[in-house]
């Protein structure tokens, strides 16, 4: 079992920047894959990035070159930092974990954190 918390959500200026974290604990953290999805209001969730235990990345086509993600294994956090927000990229973000790699198929979730951007 694995528990996931995130945070660093709020509100941004268009063109800004956040970085989010996502806190786990339970079992051994750097054995998981981690993703972020999110989900804006009215719309289905949707994939956002991911970071794989040995550290390697995809990230959806509408975030490729605004995201990154990285991951501390000794802070069992990973952390997306999400540069030149657009008011798209409003919606509420998830972090999820996973043993497997790929763009679905997470088995943890955390509670989300929102994230608005403003014109």
């Known amino acids: 079992q694995v528990q996931l918390v995130e945070s660093g959500g709020g509100l941004v200026q268009a063109g800004g920047s956040l970085r989010l974290s996502c806190a786990a604990s339970?079992?051994?953290?750097?054995?998981?894959?981690i993703g972020w999805f999110r989900q804006a209001p009215g719309k289905e969730r949707e994939f956002v990035v991911a970071i794989s235990w040995s550290g390697n990345t995809i990230y959806a086509d509408s975030v490729k070159g605004r995201f990154t993600i990285s991951r501390d294994n000794a802070k069992n956090t990973a952390y997306p930092q999400m540069n030149s927000l657009k008011t798209e990229d409003t919606a509420v973000y998830y972090c999820a974990a996973s043993t497997r790699w790929g763009r679905d198929g997470y088995d943890y979730w955390g509670q989300g954190t929102p994230v608005t951007v403003s014109s």
């Open positions: 339970g079992r051994t953290f750097r054995s998981y894959n």
